[in-house]
C-alpha cells in the first residue's frame, strides 16, 4: 500500500561528508526500491545538525519529483532520517498530504503504512486540547497524539510513542522520530516492518528490498511490537513495554534480483526469471528414490519440512479451504482442482475480502491455505485471523519469510523461492505458487494414503520426470516472445477482451484477463468456456478478440465447439494450445509445449503475461507500477 524507510547512524557514518552517503540519500535510496508499493507522492523528513530542527520535503507524484526537490537543496550533515512513497487512503495525493507528517512544535515527524480507523475520534479530542491540524489524513493524528503524550509527561520519546500506539485502532506501520533526543522509534500492528541493525546503525522498510544491501540478516517486527533506537542502542518492546529478545532471519535473496539488469521493466525480467524459478521452488523439495521400498511412487518423495501435518490431521478435516486475493484467488483455484484430482479431498476457494464477512461455518477439524506474494494482504490475513480464531489448521504458500501470513501458519509455511517480485503484476509469483500447490498437494497423498500409492506413477504419471522437465519447457516458451509480440500489434488497440478456458484451465483465462487489465488498462474478462453461451456470448463481434486455452484433452471437442461459436458470430479467435487443433478459422496461435494436466496451468499461464506485457508496451502504460495499483494491498 504504501513504503515506509528509516536510517539512523546514532551520530557517526550518517554525515554528508563527501564519499558518505547522507541519511538523505540512504531513504531516497530506499524509496525507490519500494516504489512499487504506491508511487502517488513522497516525502522526506531529516534531522538537520547545522539547523538543529527536523527538516521535511514533501512531492505530489513520482518519486523523481522528489528526488529533483531534494537535489536543489545544499548538502547537509544529517544522521537521521525518515521517507515514504504513498498509495493515498485518505486526502488526495497532494504535496501537503504527502508523508511526513508532523505534530504542532514541528519536532516529531512520522511516516505510516496502513489506516488508523479511529482517526477522526482521536483528532477531534487532539483539536479540542488545542492541536492545529493541517491535512485531512488519518496518519497526521499519530503525530499530534505522541506531541501530547509527550506534554503530558511521557518520560522518553519511546514512552510518548507506545501510549500513544495503545489508542490507535485500525491497521498502523509507522516510524516516528523526534527532534530533542534525535531517536526513532518503528511501531507495527499490521502491515509490514523490518529492520536491519548493524554497527551502531538502524535502517528501517516496510520489506526486505531496501534492506538487503546492507544485510542479509534482518529483524522482522511482530504485531504489537516497537523498535527504538537512540544514540546507537536499540530497545525491542512490545506495546506494554515488556523488553523483547531480537530475532534475526536470514534472507536468502540476492541484490542483484531486486534491479530490472537489461530487461525494460521489472515484470518483463520476472517473466523471464520463471524456469529459474520454478526450478528454485521444486529442487530440494522433490527426492528421487531409487528403487526403494519406501517411497510411496517408487520413485521419488515431497520434502516439505515445514509441512507439519499429520494423517489425523487431513483425515479428521475432510476438506481444505483456500482463501486468497487477485492472482493468488486463482492459483488457489488451480491447486483446488490439483488437489481434488490427486487426493480425493474436497477443497472450497474464498476470497479473502468476502470469507471475513460470511458466516462460513468453520470448524477446528478444517485445515485451512492462505496463499499470498507478499504474506501482508489484510485481506487474506484477516480472512486467517477467523480460522484461528476457531482453531483450525493453517497452511500459507508465500514468497515473503517473516511476512504477517507466516505468523499465523502453526501447521507450516510453503515458500516460492521466487525472489523480489517488484513488478506489481504478479508473474513469477503467481507461477511458483502453483508449483507450491502441486507439491503440497503430493505431499498430502503421501501422507493420507501412504499404503495406497503403488508403482512409479500416480494415476499413471511419472510427476518426477514431469516436474523436472518443467523449466525447460518454460524457457522454451519465452522463446516465443517475438511471435507473441507480433500478435500484440494486431490487437493492442481493440477496448474488450474474452479469455476462455475449461477445467484446470479456467482459473488462467481469469488470471490472463487480470494480466492485460492491470497493466494494459483494457477491459478483459475470464470466463469458463462452457458458460458463454449463457449470456456474454451477446458481447461477441468483430471487435472482440476471444483467447481460447485449448489443451489435447477430454474437454478439447467441447472447447473447439466454443471456438465454432465464436467464429459463427464474426469473433476474432486467438488460442494458446499445446496441440495443433483440428478447426480452421483461427486467427492466432500459440503452440507451446504439452505436458501433464495439473501442470499445464503453469505453461499456459506464461504466454498470457508475455501478451499483455506487449500490448501494455504498445499502449505505453506504466507497467511496473500501473495507475491505481500497488504491489501489496495492506488495508482492506
Ligand atoms: C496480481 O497481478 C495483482 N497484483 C493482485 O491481484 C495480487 O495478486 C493480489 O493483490 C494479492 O496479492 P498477494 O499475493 O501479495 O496477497
Not at 504513498?86 to 505510516?112: E, F
Request: with cysteine; aromatic share 8%.
Amino acid at each position: 500500500m504504501c513504503g515506509i524507510i528509516g536510517f539512523s547512524s546514532g551520530g557517526n557514518a550518517g554525515y554528508n561528508q563527501g564519499n558518505c552517503e547522507s541519511s538523505i540519500d540512504i531513504v531516497l535510496n530506499g524509496l525507490k526500491s519500494l516504489e512499487y508499493r504506491g508511487y502517488d507522492s513522497s516525502g522526506v523528513a531529516y534531522y538537520d545538525e547545522t539547523e538543529n530542527k527536523i527538516k521535511s520535503i514533501k512531492k505530489s507524484g513520482k518519486l523523481v519529483n522528489l528526488s529533483a526537490e531534494l537535489s536543489c537543496i545544499k548538502p547537509v550533515k544529517s544522521n537521521i532520517a525518515i521517507g515514504h512513497i504513498r498509495w493515498a487512503t485518505h486526502g488526495k495525493p497532494t504535496d501537503v498530504n504527502a508523508h511526513p507528517h508532523s505534530d504542532c512544535s514541528g519536532n516529531i515527524a512520522i511516516v505510516h503504512n496502513g489506516i488508523i480507523e479511529n482517526y477522526a475520534v482521536l483528532k477531534n479530542k487532539l483539536i479540542v486540547k488545542g492541536h492545529k491540524f493541517i491535512t485531512p489524513t488519518d496518519s497526521e493524528v499519530i503525530a499530534h497524539l505522541i506531541e501530547d503524550y509527550m506534554k503530558s509527561g511521557a518520560k522518553t520519546f519511546y514512552e510518548a510513542v507506545r501510549l500513544a500506539s495503545l489508542d490507535l485502532s485500525g491497521a498502523f506501520a509507522f516510524l516516528a522520530m523526534n527532534a530533542d533526543e534525535k531517536s526513532i522509534c518503528a511501531v507495527k500492528y499490521g502491515p509490514p516492518l523490518v529492520m536491519v541493525n548493524k554497527d551502531k546503525e538502524i535502517y528501517f522498510a516496510s520489506d526486505v528490498s531496501p534492506l538487503i544491501q546492507y544485510s542479509d540478516e534482518v529483524i522482522y517486527l511482530k504485531n504489537s511490537e516497537i523498535a527504538y533506537f537512540k544514540d546507537g542502542l536499540l530497545k525491542l518492546t512490545d506495546f506494554k513495554g515488556k523488553t523483547l529478545n531480537k530475532t534475526v532471519t536470514k534472507i536468502d535473496w540476492d541484490a542483484s534480483r531486486a534491479v530490472k539488469t537489461g530487461f525494460s521493466h521489472f515484470m518483463q525480467k520476472e517473466i523471464f526469471e520463471q524456469p529459474s524459478c520454478l526450478l528454485d521452488a521444486f529442487s530440494s523439495r522433490i527426492v528421487s528414490i531409487k528403487n526403494s521400498s519406501d517411497s510411496f511412487f517408487s520413485g521419488f518423495k515431497i520434502m516439505l519440512e515445514d509441512v507439519r501435518l499429520t494423517k489425523k490431521d487431513i483425515d479428521k478435516a475432510g476438506r481444505i479451504i483456500i482463501t486468497a486475493c487477485g492472482s493468488s484467488y486463482y492459483a488457489g483455484l488451480v491447486i483446488k482442482y490439483i488437489t481434488e484430482t490427486l487426493c480425493g479431498i474436497p477443497v472450497i476457494v474464498e476470497y479473502g475480502s468476502e470469507f471475513r464477512y460470511e458466516n462460513f461455518p468453520v470448524s477446528k477439524n478444517d485445515i485451512f491455505i492462505g496463499i499470498s506474494q507478499s504474506g501482508e494482504t489484510a485481506d487474506t490475513n484477516s480472512a486467517l485471523e477467523i480460522a484461528k480464531e476457531k482453531k483450525a489448521g493453517i497452511l500459507s504458500i508465500t514468497n515473503v519469510p517473516g511476512s504477517q501470513i507466516t505468523t499465523m501458519s502453526d501447521k507450516g509455511v510453503i515458500y516460492t523461492h521466487a525472489g523480489p517480485e517488484i513488478g506489481v503484476a504478479s508473474t513469477k509469483a503467481f507461477t511458483t505458487q502453483i508449483m507450491c500447490g502441486l507439491l503440497l498437494a503430493l505431499r498430502i497423498k503421501e501422507i493420507k494414503d501412504a499404503a495406497a500409492v503403488a508403482g512409479k506413477n500416480l494415476h499413471g504419471v511419472n510427476f518426477f520426470d514431469e516436474i523436472v522437465n518443467l523449466p525447460k519447457k518454460a524457457e522454451q516458451i519465452l522463446f516465443l516472445n517475438d511471435s507473441i509480440k507480433e500478435i500484440a500489434k494486431k490487437y493492442y488497440k481493440n477496448t474488450n477482451f474474452l479469455y476462455l478456458g475449461r477445467g484446470i484451465l479456467y482459473p488462467i483465462a481469469l488470471e490472463g484477463a487480470l494480466k492485460l487489465k492491470e497493466i494494459s488498462y483494457i477491459h478483459a474478462e475470464g470466463y469458463p468456456a462452457g458458460e458463454m453461451k449463457h449470456g456474454p456470448i451477446a458481447l461477441v463481434d468483430e471487435n472482440m478478440p476471444v483467447l481460447f486455452l485449448l489443451s489435447n484433452n477430454m474437454l478439447a471437442p467441447k472447447t473447439i465447439s466454443n471456438i465454432e461459436e465464436i467464429k459463427a458470430r464474426g469473433g476474432k479467435v486467438i488460442a494458446v494450445a499445446d496441440y495443433e487443433p483440428d478447426i480452421d478459422g483461427i486467427s492466432d496461435i500459440i503452440k507451446i509445449p504439452t505436458t501433464v494436466e495439473v501442470l499445464s496451468p503453469i505453461l499456459y499461464t506464461i504466454p498470457l503475461q508475455i501478451l499483455a506485457y506487449h500490448i501494455a508496451a504498445l499502449k505505453g502504460t506504466d507497467i511496473d507500477q500501473p495507475r491505481n495499483l500497488a504491489k501489496s494491498v495492506t488495508v482492506e
